[in-house]
Every structure is written in C-alpha cells, then in structure tokens.
C-alpha cells in the first residue's frame, strides 16, 4: 500500500524512514517533505504544504492512498483527520475536537482541573493590567505561555515579574505570536525534571505507551537560553522509572482519554504528556501534544524494533490492546543542529556539507529545515535544520556516536548544545 506522511520536518523524516522499511509499504509519500526524505528508499517528496488539508485529501485519494499519518500540529488543529474520515480515508491523528488539548493551552489546564490531572496552579487571561496583577501577587519564577500554537516558542519561563511581563505584554500587547497570544496563561514554576511520555491511543480507547524520552527545550548549554522547540532528546530517560510510568498512565493518560470520552470525544492518534518530575517522584503536566514530539520522535524511533505500520494498523482496527511492542535496549540520543540565530531571526540558503554518504549501523541524520538549490546542493531552508541519532551500549557512548557525526556536518552559523543527555549520563555516573 501507499502512506502519506503530512509535513515537512525531522519528525516527519523519522516516520517516514520507518514506515518505508516495512514489506507491506510500496511508496510513502511526504508533503511536503524534505532534502531527506527525498533520499530515503521508497520515499518521495510532493509540494503540498502540511496545512492544505483540501490539497492533501486531493492527493491522497488521487494517489490511492491506503493510510495517512499527521506529523505537525497545525493540520490536526485544522481538523484534517475529521476530512479525511468522512471521505472513508484511514487517517492516524485525533480529531479537531480532541487536538484542543494542544491548540488551546486554556482548554487543557480547565480539562485537567475538570478531571482531576496533576498540573501547576493558573490562571488565563485577555487584558493585560488583570494579568500584571495577578504576576506581581504570585512573584516569581513564574511561567507565561501563549494560549495557541506557537510552533514551540510560545512559552516563557520568567525569573522575575519583570520578565513576567515583557513577555505578557509581547503577547497580548504586541501580538508576538498573532492570535494565538490573544489568550495568556500563566501557571506556577514547577521544579524538578521533565521527560516526555508518549503513546498511542487506539480507536477502542486502547493505550500502548512508546519508550521514555527527555527533550532539551532550552537553545543553550545547561538549559540555559530561549525556548525552542527542541533542541535535542535522548530514550530512554532514566528519570521515569517503571512505577513513575506506572503513575503517568493511571494518574494522566488513562484519565485524559477517559475524560475527553465523557465530554463526548474519542481520542486516537499519539498523545504526548510533558512531565515535570518532582523530587518525590510525582507527576505533573506542563503541556499535552496531540501528536508525535520533535525532536524526540527521531530516537524513539530509531530504538523501535516493531514495526510501525503494524502499530498504526492495530490502533486504526481497534486492536491496540493486543499488540506487542519491542524496543533495542540500546540508548539513543539526538542532537539538533540549527541556523544561527535560531529560534529569532536566522539565516537560510547555507550549503550544507559533511553529511555522511551511506546508511550508519549506529547513527542517523534525520534532516528538518533542509531543501535542494538550483545546483542541487543540500542547503538550510528552516530553524532546525538537522537531528543527528547516534545509539551505543550506553548512554555516554551513545552521545558520543552523535556527536561524532555532529562534529563533521558543517555551514555557516550551524549551532547546537553541546550537553544532550547531560542528567542521564549525570545519573549513569551515580
């Protein structure tokens, strides 16, 4: 059969890398794609943009597609999966209805609250003065997200009220973020350490939980820096031991598809629960995703044995509940490599060069914000611009795998964190 994988960036490569190796696929088709996803075996690129949910129903049914799957937020949030069912095309992603949860940071602190889901103290608001008020009464550090989808940039953790409040106001004065700043939440610092928990949620409600991962939101060494979308994950992530997972499913997941069924939504897609990990061992939510993370799609990946398309057939048939998952048990790191100035202003169109020429056994590029120029050369075209996974026998060496390949990938302003998976080989030292 022929899959189509809506989007264009290192999330997208990963899964369209996966579902590619799998017997039952003869094409994957991406859109729009990257200068990656353009080399992969059975793989090619069409020029739709992931947000054109009528050009993608086009395409899908033009090219006989028998299975859709939605990388990036915005088409979930257009309701391309709530398309694509009614035209009788099997689609992996939740509805619109459901894909609140990440297109509305408002909707998802009152559906906690309303069913009970550990989550940081807050509250929402549209004027200005009522926020600084309330800032200045709670004091700092204190947390100031922008209610819609912000491509991952939408969120401020403040030292200060000050801080506080330039931010604030840059979202619902300045309209730094359009109209998903036209609604601020502000919620209570949490301490202790995050970890993301991914799974996949069945049409039957079924919930099978991905391998454990840790992302890197902050641009610089020792998350320091701006807020990006990522600027690298590792898997497993040690913080979440089995009786934390155990907590998460009883305590988050199973509750959130359960509550979205009682206010009269069924989930399936992957759901992805942001977790601070208190010093007790405690979880709590900062943020929900109604789709597969980035940049930790790419070592989770990378680590899955089982088959993908088995995966997404089982939760498409309601067969979920039954299906057995198989993980290397090799850790897997991935480190971003951005343009220069990233996540502000950066520079685009550099040649990028180093790139290795055959498959690795134990690392992989998987290109993001990439494109081919007149003279077909691999050039910058985003943000993030790469994810280099490298896998060993242990964390260290695994890290030591991707920044192997890191160090001879090249352009001009290229940047990335030297520290990716710091805390696990922090605990592996232990």
């Known amino acids: 059969m022929k899959v189509l994988v809506v989007g264009g960036g290192g999330r997208e490569h990963a899964l369209a890398w996966k579902i590619a190796q799998s017997r039952r696929v003869a094409e994957v088709i991406v859109a729009p794609g990257n200068a990656g996803t353009a080399l992969e075996p059975k793989v090619r690129n069409v020029p739709v943009a992931a947000d054109d949910v009528e050009a993608l129903l086009k395409l899908a049914r033009e090219a006989h597609v028998g299975l859709t799957v939605v990388g990036p937020e915005a088409p979930l949030a257009a309701g391309i ?21 990440e297109s509305s940071k408002k909707f998802a602190k009152e559906f906690m609250e309303r069913h009970g889901i550990p989550t940081a103290a807050h509250r929402s608001f549209t004027d200005f003065d009522e926020l600084k008020a309330y800032v200045e009464s709670r004091g700092a550090p204190i947390v100031i997200k922008a209610d819609g989808l912000a491509a991952g940039k939408g969120v401020v953790v403040a030292q200060s009220v000050a801080e506080a409040l330039a931010a604030a106001e840059s979202m619902l004065e300045s309209k ?29 409600g079924a919930i099978l939980p991905l391998a454990t991962s840790q992302d890197h939101k902050a641009r610089d060494d020792g998350d320091r820096g701006p807020n990006t979308g990522g600027m690298g994950a590792y898997s497993p992530a040690p913080v979440v031991t089995d009786a934390i997972a155990v907590r998460v499913m009883r305590e988050v997941l199973e509750p959130v598809v359960a ?17 601070m990990i208190g010093p007790d061992g405690t ?8 789709r597969f993370g980035d940049p930790e799609t790419q070592p989770i990946l990378f680590r ?15 067969k979920l509940g039954k299906a057995k998952i198989d993980w290397d048990p090799r850790p897997a790191v991935g480190v971003v490599m951005a343009a220069g100035g990233y996540p502000d202003k950066y520079r685009s169109g550099d040649e990028v060069s180093g790139l290795p020429a055959a498959p690795l056994a134990n690392a992989k590029v998987f290109h993001a914000g990439t494109g081919r120029d007149a003279s077909e050369r691999i050039v910058t075209r985003g943000g993030r611009v790469l994810c280099v996974v490298g896998s060993g026998r242990d964390i ?32 592996l030292a232990e």
């Open 81 to 101: 999966v709530d398309r694509f069912i009614a035209n009788g095309l099997r689609c992996f992603g939740p509805r619109k209805a459901a894909a609140m949860l």
């Open 176 to 204: 730094a973020f359009g109209v998903a700043g036209t609604t601020v939440v502000v919620e209570d610092f949490l301490a202790g350490e995050e970890a993301s928990f991914i799974a996949m949620v069945g049409v039957d």
């Open 259 to 275: 509550g979205l069924r009682q206010e009269g939504v069924r989930y399936h897609g992957f759901l992805y629960a942001g977790l």
């Open 283 to 290: 979880p709590k939510v900062l943020e929900f995703n109604c």
């Open 304 to 318: 899955l044995k089982t088959g993908l398309v088995d995966l997404l057939d089982a939760a498409l048939d309601g």
């Open 396 to 427: 260290r060496e695994a890290r030591a795998e991707a920044y192997r390949l890191v160090h001879q990938i090249r352009w001009e302003g290229a940047q990335y964190r030297t520290d990716i998976g710091y805390r696990a080989v922090a605990r």
